[in-house]
């Protein structure tokens, strides 16, 4: 049975950066965002050097020519014996022991590595030197010899047939590697996967060749430009449209299409509307929305999210919800909504790591069923590796998902230079506290000073003049020197200065 055809993606591309929305039944659900100056390097192969390695973490620094050396663990490096049915579209492994990593590597060797993540906030890349290199329908793996199915192909005969398939197309084209059967291999034929295989076993050649001539730090392969990997990656049977509103990526998408799937050619087309594509299902005004801490629910209720470099946590609360009946069906229902919501927003702000929820408290044991459900369901529809836990005794579902890039809000925003990223600022009655302890420290340290002027922003000199009048008063006379303020209208509500005259 088909899926339905309900998704559309819309690429926006201009000079400085390029924009991919996923939207499903209206409403946008993942955002990709790649800039021309700061592009992403997951998937990219360098042939790198090692400059440090550290027993004690098990991991090595490689140099592979970033700002920042890269990280490689024990567990990510070679060499690794892939064993039974492999499960993934990502090409890792099982090890059958897992060796120190001064027995892989050693300081000053070149080697040949791949990112795993980019560089997040101030940790380098995330490397590994078991390498794959996706196409459309296969993963390849040149490092192996090991044939592996999606674990999202949950057909058992599907999954023979194509080992099989893969195994014999190996054998006829004489096809050295491994291979992956991505998900959207699950309905291709077998003249679809050969021309993969024979693409995938051309590329790596011409990529083994570099690498062997090229001088370390240097990049060997670099993984398709967004557009182009959006097509790969994201195009399956439930999308009806792909929309490009720039002519020349339309071009190039489209041939690339012809090349690897010309099923998919029809869909593609040139969006020339006057109008900017991402206004067609309101995705700026989606995109604003996600950048907030607060996340509204239909029924009245909203989420809280926060993240932070450890964690992200996502509050449920029922606002203004306050049911029909009683308390237990209000906090199932809003419950219920925030599984969905909670799913949607991990996509949409691409939440990585540990995210802790922090679902209403609920007593009626087949109401954290369904909502478990409505969260797992949710969490199906997303590409990227995720896990989720049962409810804790404390109430929270604790959900890991993949982190390969940076979220949303780290590309989008930066830390307030006032608040160095707590979202918070002191009150004005801190700050005037504050000012009467500076102004009693310099007064018994400069006794001689004939005056003592104030800088600060509005709202503590008008807090100064009007709440607390009388201590400055007080402590003028207690200093025995006027205290003169003035308003420095650039300065935030946490800034001030104590000038001697």
């Not at 100064?464 to 025995?480: K, M, N, P, R």
Request: with cysteine.
């Amino acid at each position: 049975m088909n899926p339905p055809k309900n998704e559309e993606i819309l690429i926006n591309v201009t000079p400085q950066e390029t924009r991919v929305a996923i939207v499903e039944n209206g409403v946008l659900q993942e955002l990709h965002i790649e800039r021309l100056d700061a592009k992403g390097i997951v998937g990219n192969i360098y042939k790198g050097k090692v400059v440090r390695v550290l027993p004690g973490m098990q991991a090595a620094f490689v140099e592979i020519g970033l700002a920042r050396t890269a990280f490689l663990h024990a567990r990510d490096a070679r060499p690794m014996i892939i064993t039974g049915d492999k499960n993934s579209e990502k090409g890792e492994g099982e090890t059958s022991k897992e060796r120190p990593i001064n027995e892989l590597v050693r300081e000053g060797q070149t080697i040949l590595v791949q990112a795993l993540k980019d560089p997040i906030g101030s940790k380098g890349a995330r490397l590994t030197t078991e390498i794959s290199i996706p196409s459309r329908y296969l993963v390849y793996l040149p490092h192996c010899d090991m044939v592996g199915i999606s674990q999202r192909i949950s057909d058992e005969t599907t999954r023979e047939d194509l080992r099989e398939m893969i195994q014999t197309l190996k054998q006829e084209k004489n096809c050295t590697g491994g291979y992956i059967a991505r998900t959207t291999a699950e309905t291709s034929q077998a003249s679809e996967l050969q021309q993969d295989m024979l693409v995938l076993c051309k590329l790596w050649e011409k990529t083994a060749l570099y690498e062997k001539t090229c001088q370390a730090p240097a990049l060997v392969y670099e993984d398709l430009p967004l557009a182009q990997r959006t097509l790969r990656d994201f195009v399956r049977d439930s999308v009806a449209k792909v929309f490009i509103d720039s002519k020349e990526t339309f071009d190039k998408v489209r041939n690339l299409a012809q090349e690897l799937m010309p099923d998919a050619v029809h869909i593609i087309e040139h969006y020339p509307g006057e109008r900017p594509i991402f206004d067609l299902y309101s995705v700026e005004d989606e995109i604003e929305r996600a950048l907030q801490r607060e996340v509204p629910l239909k029924s009245g209720g909203h989420l809280v999210i926060d993240q932070t470099e450890a964690m992200t946590t996502i509050d449920v609360n029922t606002g203004g919800f306050v049911g029909k009946k009683n308390l237990e069906e209000t906090v199932f229902k809003t419950n219920l909504e925030a599984a969905s919501a909670t799913a949607r927003q991990l996509r949409l702000r691409n939440l990585g790591g540990i995210i802790i929820v922090d679902f209403i408290d609920m007593h009626v044991k087949s109401h954290q069923n369904q909502v478990l459900g409505a969260l797992e369901r949710g969490l199906a529809k997303d590409t990227t590796k995720n896990n989720m836990t049962e409810f804790s005794a404390l109430g929270l579902v604790e959900v890991t998902r993949k982190r390969t890039r940076e979220s949303l809000g780290n590309l989008l925003m930066e830390d307030c230079r006032v608040c160095q990223g707590r979202g918070m600022l002191k009150t004005a009655q801190t700050v005037c506290n504050e000012i009467f302890r500076e102004l009693l420290r310099e007064a018994r340290q400069y006794e001689e000073a004939n005056m003592y002027r104030v800088i600060a922003s509005h709202e503590v000199i008008d807090r100064l003049l009007d709440e607390d009048s009388t201590h400055l008063a007080d402590l003028q006379e207690f200093i025995g020197a006027p205290i003169q303020l003035q308003v420095e209208p650039t300065y935030f509500q946490d800034n001030y200065d104590i000038v001697l005259t």
